[in-house]
Structures are given as C-alpha cells and as structure tokens.
C-alpha cells in the first residue's frame, strides 16, 4: 500500500511592516482629530470671553446712560422747585399789589362820599373825625412797616417759610439784591440764599441771635451789604473817572485797596492804603502813605489829604486832591 505523503505547506507569515503601516495611519488620524478637538476648544472660550466682554461693555454704557438720565431728571426737578417757588412769590406779589390797590380805591371813595355828603356845610368835628381816621390808618401802617424792618417779605411753603429780599443801594442808585429763604417752623433757620461767600451770615446769625428777633440780624446783614456795595461802587468809580490813579491791589470783599498817586512837578509817587477794618462802613478807618520821599507823607499837605481819603468817600477825594494839585 501506497503512502501518501502529506505536504503540509506552511502559510508565509503576515509582513509586520503592514501591520506597522496601519498602526501609524490610525495614531496620526488620531492626533489630527485631538488637535481639531482642542483647537476647537480654545477658540469656543475665546469666542465666549468677547462675548462676555461685550455684554460688559453694553451694561456699562446702559448704567452711565441710566446715570446721565437720573442727573439731567434732578437737575430738572431741582428747575422745577425754583420755578415753583418763583410763582409763588409772584403770587403773593400779585395779591399784595392787588390788597393795596384795593384798599386805595375804597380810601378814595370813601373820601369822594364823605366830601359829597359835606360839600355844603362840612362842621369842624367832621374834619377832626377825617384827620383821626387817617391818623391811625397811617399808624398802623409805619407799625407794620417797623415790624417788617422796611424788607419785601413774602410767605413761601403756606405760611411754613418766607423769603426775604434785601436791596442795596449807594448814592441814590440801586444796586443789587439779596434774598434769604428763612424757615419759620419748627426753628428760624436760614434754608437758601445768595449772600456772597465771603460775608458772615452765619456768625451774624448767631450774633444776634436770629431766633428771637429776626429784625436785628436783618438789620445787622443790610448793614454789611450795603457797606459792601458802597466800597465797590466806589471802585468802579475810580476805575472809571480816574485814570491817571492806577489800582495796584484789592479784595473781593473791598475792605482792602491800594492805590498808586502820580505828584505833578516831581518824579517820586505816592503808594497809598485805604484799610476797611470795619466792614459796615464805606469809609475807611485807616490810610497809610509811602513814597520814596520820606518826608512827603509827613508834609502838611499830604495830613489833610489823609484826612480827606478817611472821611470823604475815596472816588469823591481824589477830586478834591485833583483841584488842590497834590495828584494828576
């Protein structure tokens, strides 16, 4: 019997290079799609931060537009209030105008009848009853108008405030005015005003105390008021009509002014210093001379024109010191 011989033959063995091929081929697909992956990923925060940067900057243009709106909408308010309180005083202007003109007319028609009634025969008695009617009416009158002080006061908040006005004036002509709005209740205290910075209202108000008679700090205030506008009238005279005296120095408050005076016939100058120690008064209480004579301060000549600056209003002095050649 025939033995067949079995030949097994052997696969050849798989190259290991493909394997390794693949291998490589599936590693760097991986790493494209991990560095897609994370490239996405950094752009997806930076996408969200300038988002988040946008809105920051969206609400904070709204909040200062809400700002800007909340100041315009006080500063409205505010206009509102100040017009109110204009009307009021208007108002109250108004009704006291129309009270007067009304207590005018009546006077005179009472006047009228009574002089119809005794045209023909009008006794002493009547004429005597007349003059005493029109005694107390002028009485109560100067009362009210002492009690007041002679100041424009109007009531403001319904009786719960008024406001005071005071005028200034210097030489017959009227300059400026002041106003105070005052509370009455519960306390006197002084709530608004536009008295320059630079005048004592609340030390006046404490001085004279303010709470039990208002007449005497209001009287006290013109006083400093019109002493105030009176030196500073008296400046803007000088600046005006006298141009050969050079201003060398002065205050806001005017209670210090420094003058440069120019001696015919000689080269030397004259510096003068009108001190306003007290600020009630347009006259100052003291004046100093310098010059580089030493002896010209102390001639007879400049003594009276001394006396002169510290009695005589300054602007009214220097043309005295003009007509007797002691300036140009």
């Known amino acids: 019997m025939r033995k067949w011989a079995v030949l097994v033959t052997q696969q050849p063995p798989k190259s290991k290079t493909c394997k390794t091929s693949g291998c490589l081929h599936r590693i760097k697909y991986v790493q494209k799609n991990k560095e897609k992956d994370s490239g996405n990923m950094e752009r997806a925060p930076a996408k969200g931060v300038l ?56 006077m005179e028609k009472q006047c009228a009848d009574e002089e119809e009634e005794n045209m023909e025969e009008e006794s002493e008695n009547s004429k005597l009853l007349r003059l005493m009617a029109r005694h107390t009416q002028l009485k109560d009158l100067l009362h009210a108008h002492h009690l007041i002080g002679g100041y424009d006061i109007i009531k403001t908040r319904k009786g719960k405030g008024a406001c005071v006005s005071i005028a200034t004036a210097y030489e017959d002509v009227f300059l400026d005015t002041f106003n105070l709005e005052i509370d009455l209740k519960p306390t006197v205290k002084i709530n608004r005003h536009n008295i320059p ?45 006298h141009k050969s005296v050079e201003v060398m120095e002065s205050n806001v408050l005017c209670s210090l002014l420094v003058l440069l005076f120019t001696v015919p016939g000689e080269k030397t100058a004259v510096l003068c210093t009108l001190d306003y120690t007290d600020h009630t008064r347009c006259l100052p209480t003291r004046v100093h001379l310098e010059s580089e004579d030493k002896q010209l301060p102390d001639s007879p000549q400049w003594e009276k024109n001394c006396s002169l600056l510290m009695e005589t209003p300054v602007h009214k002095a220097l043309i005295t010191m003009k007509k007797m050649g002691s300036i140009v």
């Not at 009307?87 to 005018?104: F, G, N, P, S």
């Open 51 to 106: 988002s988040h940067l946008s809105l920051l900057e969206v609400q904070a243009r709204s909040r200062k537009s809400q700002l800007q709106q909340q100041s315009r909408v006080m500063e409205l308010k505010a206009k509102v209030e100040a017009l109110k309180t204009q009307r009021e005083q208007l108002k109250a202007q108004i009704q006291t105008h129309q009270d007067l003109q009304k207590l005018r007319l009546a």
């Open 197 to 241: 910075p630079f005048i004592p209202l609340n030390n006046l108000a404490e001085q004279n105390n303010m709470q039990t008679d208002l007449r005497v700090f209001l009287d006290t205030l013109s006083q400093h008021l019109n002493a105030f506008a009176g030196r500073k009238q008296q400046l803007k005279l000088v600046k005006e009509k």
